[in-house]
């Protein structure tokens, strides 16, 4: 199978990141285009820092640019996308069955609404939220939510 670049992954404890060492000029500009981090006039070697969206759009690049790629890179896309499916799962999970708030921190008779409380279990579970809800649907009742269960 003809193969378009070579990829590797380091991991020093500090910083893990996957590197091309190598790569046919064609693939390397449209790996550019999808990777904005790396500059258009930059030439290979590029770095990328490994994290799990990274992994999975370079499985992506990779399914239509095959690459020589090495134990270790392989393992670490494979575990980045193990946990991009599980944080969807997740998701996915909070978003169908809704959630439950503890309702100790609220007054008696006060609880969040289910959109609210669904917003604060979606934050824990995926780390992060942007939160865009409309003017006047509670955003601030959704940040004291996330609080009572963290």
């Given at each position: 199978?003809?193969?378009?670049?070579?990829?590797?992954?380091?991991?020093?404890g500090v910083l893990s990141r996957f590197r091309?060492?190598?790569?046919?000029?064609?693939?390397?500009?449209?790996?550019?285009?999808?990777?904005?981090?790396?500059?258009?006039?930059?030439?290979?070697?590029?770095?990328?820092?490994?994290?799990?969206?990274?992994?999975?759009?370079?499985?992506?690049?990779?399914?239509?640019?095959?690459?020589?790629?090495?134990?270790?890179?392989?393992?670490?896309?494979?575990?980045?996308?193990?946990?991009?499916?599980?944080?969807?799962?997740?998701?996915?999970?909070?978003?169908?069955?809704?959630?439950?708030?503890?309702?100790?921190?609220?007054?008696?008779?006060?609880?969040?609404?289910?959109?609210?409380?669904?917003?604060?279990?979606?934050?824990?579970?995926?780390?992060?939220?942007?939160?865009?809800?409309?003017?006047g649907l509670g955003k601030t009742v959704s940040?004291?939510?996330?609080?009572?269960?963290?």
């Amino acid at each position: 199978m003809k193969t378009y670049g070579h990829l590797e992954y380091e991991d020093n404890g500090v910083l893990s990141r996957f590197r091309v060492t190598e790569m046919q000029p064609h693939a390397a500009t449209l790996f550019k285009r999808m990777f904005p981090r790396i500059r258009p006039y930059d030439a290979v070697p590029f770095a990328l820092t490994a994290t799990d969206e990274i992994a999975r759009d370079l499985d992506w690049f990779m399914h239509r640019f095959p690459m020589e790629v090495t134990g270790a890179a392989t393992s670490a896309i494979a575990q980045g996308l193990l946990r991009l499916d599980e944080r969807e799962e997740n998701a996915l999970k909070i978003m169908q069955l809704g959630a439950d708030v503890a309702h100790g921190a609220f007054r008696d008779g006060e609880a969040p609404f289910p959109y609210q409380a669904q917003a604060a279990a979606l934050c824990l579970s995926q780390g992060a939220l942007l939160l865009a809800d409309d003017v006047g649907l509670g955003k601030t009742v959704s940040a004291m939510a996330l609080q009572a269960q963290g």
